[in-house]
């Protein structure tokens, strides 16, 4: 089952469209439009369950979301560790921070990653539940159970992911 942040909170009723960006400068060398799309097949996912819309912000700076790659400590209390081990972090809303490992073996090509690959859009549908206000589940299909196989993707949202969403928005 889908479970929530404490205090289950969640982005203003009146704020149905949220803008995010990815840093030009914390990044990793995958190209640019390649990690757009990754980032806007993610959020459409959520998008098409929910009345959420998600939009390219034109800065950065101004934002909701704010993604980013990062090395160890990265001056949010939430140091990295190197290959492997956590892999990305997002915060509660309506915080809107999204960082992910720089130093992982990222795939970015929609295949099938390869063992100590990561697939990037599964993290990223992952974080961006949490990024929404989901927490974790205890449904083992979910996106938002909390263990994924090196080497597999998992992207495709579960009924028990769209029920919890469908509770905030
Ligand atoms: N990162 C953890 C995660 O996103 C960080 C975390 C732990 C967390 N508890 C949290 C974030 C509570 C928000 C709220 O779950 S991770 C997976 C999964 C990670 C793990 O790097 O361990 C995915 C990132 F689910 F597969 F284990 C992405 Cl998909
Ligand atoms: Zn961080
Ligand atoms: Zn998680």
Redesign the pocket.
Known sequence: LYSF?PGSPSWPSNKRQLTYAISPTARISADDATLRSIFARAFERWANVTQMTFVEAAEYSAADIKIGFYSGDHGDG?AFDGVL????????PTNGRFHL?AAENWAVDGSLPSVGE?DLE??A???IG?LLGL??SSVEEA???????SGTR?VELAADDVAGVQLLY
Request: charge should be negative; charged fraction near 15%; aromatic fraction near 10%.
């Open positions: 942040f939430e081990g956590t892999l990305a972090h997002a915060f509660s490992d990561i599964s993290v549908v992952h974080e949490h927490g974790h996106i938002m159970f909390p263990t994924i196989t998992r």
